[in-house]
Nanobody, 122 residues
């Protein structure tokens, strides 16, 4: 069973950038598809980005393409989310997830981190 820990969240001004990190332990991350989700207060959790096991096929939510980039380093059991040109609507708790199915739907993922908070001020 894999454990996931997110880091890198914080407060930035509109237009700023953040890089989130998800570290996996307790098992090889290369066995799993990995993804980022986010949830803002009062809103449903939404898929942000996913990446295949080899790390060469990223999937970014349509509304975030061009600003967000996902990557992974299986040797380090780590996944990243680079977020550029952040806007107030990007503010949310960001979660990383691991699973044996592919996509941006949360039921595809069995393992979840505790989340890291992103705040964006205008």
């Amino acid at each position: 069973q894999v454990q996931l820990v997110e880091s890198g969240g914080g407060s930035v001004q509109s237009g700023g950038s953040l890089r989130l990190t998800c570290e996996a332990s307790g098992g090889s991350a290369s066995r799993y598809y990995l993804a980022w989700f986010r949830q803002a207060p009062g809103k449903e959790r939404e898929g942000v980005a996913a990446i295949n096991k080899d790390g060469d096929i990223p999937l970014i939510a349509a509304s975030l393409k061009g600003r967000f980039t996902i990557s992974r380093d299986n040797a380090e059991n780590t996944m990243y989310l680079q977020m550029n040109n952040l806007a107030p609507e990007d503010a949310a708790m960001y979660y990383c997830a691991a699973g044996l199915l592919w996509g941006l739907d949360s039921p595809s993922y069995s393992y979840w981190g505790q989340g890291t908070q992103v705040t964006v001020s205008s």
